[in-house]
């Protein structure tokens, strides 16, 4: 068990640029989430996947994120032409159905 | 929507004294609740969670909660606080409708340790 891996560690982009970050789930976890946490707040849901499939998308997802998780295992998120206000920390969680989530340390965005 | 309130965005502790951090949570049943902690440079961790039963659940690292229904709150408390506990606590709420897990967080409360 190699826990939730998310790469990079740090991403710092000029507004206007598109970003993707990566997220490996533990293995055997058929659910992964997708979180956002700014400065001095606790993570806000943004979507989750059950397998391949994505379930649920928050209000907070504009149409210039997407995310996929083609095979059912890892997963991206995308991030078209960054505004100032992307600039946040990105967390991937992953769990079994009705089980705990383990969340990766984070893709920290800084948009210039 | 279910909300949860954590009133106290910084507290400082002297290393041994006690420690109880505040949670409140707004929903129209009984949700399922939690205590994560994260590091600097660090996932969140789970500290414990309640479900149902017991409403004094024990976690990770001497760490309890109290569910009170009365009070709609779960507070986290500790008897003797150690450096290592320096970090920022998240109290969170899920639905207990076995769909999604999707989590609702407070704001966060920051813990400073003193020597």
């Known amino acids: 068990d190699t826990g939730v891996s998310q790469d990079p560690r740090h991403k710092i982009t000029k507004r206007g640029q598109n970003v993707t970050f990566r997220c490996d789930p533990i293995s055997e976890h058929n659910r992964l989430y997708w979180y956002r946490q700014t400065l001095g707040q606790g993570p806000e849901f943004l979507t989750y996947f059950q397998n391949e499939a994505q379930l649920e998308k928050s209000r907070l997802l504009s149409d210039r994120f997407s995310a996929e998780r083609p095979k059912g295992s890892f997963s991206t998120l995308e991030i078209q032409r960054t505004e100032q206000g992307d600039s946040a920390m990105y967390l991937c969680?992953?769990?079994?159905?009705?089980?705990?989530?383990?969340f990766g340390s984070g893709t920290q965005l800084s948009v210039l | 929507a279910q909300s949860v309130t954590q009133p106290d965005i910084h507290i400082t502790v002297s290393e041994g004294a006690s420690l109880e951090l505040r949670c409140n949570y707004s929903?129209?049943?009984?949700?399922?609740l939690f205590w994560y902690v994260q590091s600097p440079g660090q996932g969140l961790q789970l500290l414990l969670k309640y479900f149902s039963g017991d409403t004094l659940v024990q976690g990770i690292k001497g760490f309890e909660a109290e569910f009170k229904r009365s009070q709609s709150s779960f507070n986290l408390r500790k008897p003797s606080v150690h450096w290592s506990d320096a970090a920022e606590y998240f109290c969170?709420?899920?639905?207990?409708?076995?769909?999604?897990?999707?989590?609702?967080f407070g704001t966060g409360t920051r813990l400073t340790i003193i020597p």
């Open positions: 969680a992953s769990s079994r159905v009705r089980e705990k989530l383990f």
């Open positions: 929903y129209g049943a009984t949700p399922y």
């Open positions: 969170a709420v899920q639905i207990s409708n076995f769909g999604n897990e999707k989590l609702t």
